[in-house]
């Protein structure tokens, strides 16, 4: 079956304590894209890969980081959250970049 | 940077009604993609318009797409109760870097009353 798999679904953390939450998709997509949905504020990119080692920054890339070593695969670091990052995020892939996008079932991330 | 304004931003209607919500965007797309989210999950893809197309359908929806207009709209006929999500628009964009990628509206909340 298709999937973006995302762990942890649901996270609570400290301010400053460093996490990752992980994706993995199985269609061999090219792209992969991190998402964060607030309220009011809809959908935004956070970083987006083209294909293995190849990443840029979205509409708000700050205090996160991403990496793609394999193309399966598009992590999403925060070194040192703080509660602006309290959110809902979705990892997304698709075969080219304005393409049909498929997404995770979300990260509910909160930062205390 | 946002491109794809739905509008109106909540509807509620009772099941057998049909939904109409509407998308505007502000500059020239390659195409245009609804989405469909339930509550705190992913969003799903739902059909893909391009610019030289007008309207398309898949099963219950209708997309329309005027490119003079800069608009879009997603019908869903004889709606159900199991269509209460929030749909969302989203366009190809191009970034200051030269790069296309896609930007999402803020959503239509639809409610389905049974």
């Known amino acids: 079956e298709a999937q973006v798999t995302q762990n942890p679904r649901y996270l609570i953390t400290v301010t400053g304590k460093k996490l990752t939450v992980t994706c993995s998709q199985n269609?061999?997509?090219?792209?992969m894209s991190w998402y964060r949905q607030d309220p009011g504020l809809g959908l935004r990119q956070i970083y987006y890969?083209?294909?293995?080692?190849?990443?840029d920054k979205g509409d708000v890339p700050e205090g996160y980081k991403v990496s793609r070593k394999e193309k399966r695969n598009f992590p999403l670091i925060l070194e040192s959250p703080s509660p602006n990052q309290t959110s809902l995020y979705f990892c997304?892939?698709?075969?080219?970049?304005?393409?049909?996008?498929?997404f995770g079932e979300g990260s509910r991330l909160t930062v205390l | 940077s946002q491109q794809g304004e739905e509008d109106p931003q909540a509807l509620s209607i009772q099941e057998g009604e049909n939904a109409t919500m509407n998308c505007s965007y502000k500059?020239?797309?390659?195409?245009l993609q609804w989405y469909r989210q339930n509550s705190g999950r992913g969003l799903v893809h739902l059909i893909l318009?391009?610019?030289?197309?007008r309207e398309k359908h898949s099963g219950r929806l209708r997309v329309t797409l005027d490119t003079s207009k800069k608009s879009s709209s997603l019908l869903i006929t004889a709606s159900r109760a199991a269509d209460t999500a929030s749909y969302f628009c989203?366009?190809?964009?191009?970034?200051?870097?030269?790069?296309?990628?896609?930007?999402f509206g803020k959503g239509t909340k639809l409610t389905v009353n049974p």
């Open positions: 989203a366009t190809d964009s191009r970034d200051q870097g030269g790069s296309e990628k896609l930007v």
């Open positions: 500059t020239s797309i390659n195409n």
């Open positions: 890969s083209m294909n293995v080692e190849v990443t």
């Open positions: 997304a892939s698709n075969r080219r970049n304005t393409g049909e996008l498929f």
């Open positions: 269609m061999n997509h090219e792209y």
């Open positions: 318009i391009r610019s030289n197309e």
